[in-house]
């Protein structure tokens, strides 16, 4: 390499590097925020009943399942052969039916997925606009959430911006809300 090429190398990492330093980072935690807010506590409470009522639907749904089955094997040597199998038919077919409506409560995109989406969504979506703002307002490069999967080994409090936010969205931040 010629010193031209070796200069120009350096000059790069100079700048790279002094432009990483000059960026400005915070942090929020997203879980703090949310017990702040009076909408998401709701939403939570009702996804949290709607969740026990299905469950006790597809609990109820199993025991009748097991019941069948039981009264089916201590009758079973009595049954016709077309009985059995009319029996065993209809055990089959309560057990389908109990996991489609497992799945369609429960399942990927099932009615507790979207009841969730409709109700929590809304309420994020105002977080994050507050969280731009304030990123915005005070010139933050990079926000990110202690709340969600980043491991945080040491996080500096005078970079938190929860408050913030919660001031943003209206509240009035409750510091026994925080997690240690």
Same mark, same amino acid.
Do not use: C
């Given at each position: 390499?010629?010193?031209?090429? #070796?200069?120009?190398?350096?000059?790069?990492?100079?700048?790279?590097?002094?432009?990483?330093?000059?960026?400005? *980072?915070?942090? %929020?935690?997203?879980?703090?925020?949310?017990?702040? #807010?009076?909408? &998401?506590?709701?939403?939570?409470?009702?996804?949290?009943? !709607?969740?026990?009522?299905? @469950?006790?639907?597809?609990?109820?749904? *199993?025991?009748?399942?097991?019941? !069948?089955?039981?009264?089916?094997?201590?009758?079973? %040597?009595? /049954?016709?052969?077309?009985?059995?199998?009319?029996?065993?038919?209809?055990?089959?077919?309560?057990?389908?039916?109990?996991?489609?409506?497992?799945?369609?409560? *429960?399942?990927?995109?099932?009615? /507790? *997925? @979207?009841?969730?989406?409709?109700?929590?969504?809304? #309420?994020?979506?105002?977080?994050? @606009?507050?969280?731009?703002? #304030?990123?915005?307002?005070?010139?933050?490069?990079?926000?990110?959430?202690?709340?969600?999967? %980043?491991?945080?080994?040491?996080?500096?409090?005078?970079?938190?911006?929860?408050?913030?936010?919660?001031?943003?969205?209206? &509240?009035?931040?409750?510091?026994?809300?925080?997690?240690?």
């Amino acid at each position: 390499m010629n010193a031209k090429k #070796i200069m120009g190398i350096v000059v790069l990492l100079v700048l790279t590097s002094s432009a990483a330093l000059a960026q400005r *980072f915070a942090y %929020v935690d997203s879980e703090y925020i949310l017990k702040h #807010i009076p909408e &998401y506590l709701a939403a939570q409470k009702q996804l949290d009943a !709607l969740s026990v009522q299905w @469950q006790e639907e597809v609990d109820n749904r *199993f025991a009748e399942i097991e019941k !069948l089955y039981k009264a089916y094997q201590e009758e079973q %040597v009595l /049954l016709s052969e077309e009985m059995r199998r009319k029996r065993e038919d209809e055990i089959v077919l309560k057990e389908q039916e109990a996991r489609e409506f497992q799945r369609q409560k *429960f399942g990927f995109e099932g009615d /507790l *997925f @979207q009841e969730r989406t409709k109700l929590i969504q809304p #309420i994020q979506d105002r977080v994050a @606009q507050a969280i731009q703002t #304030i990123a915005t307002d005070q010139s933050l490069d990079i926000i990110l959430d202690k709340g969600s999967e %980043v491991t945080f080994l040491y996080a500096n409090p005078k970079l938190d911006k929860s408050n913030d936010v919660i001031t943003r969205l209206g &509240y009035k931040p409750d510091p026994s809300l925080a997690e240690n």
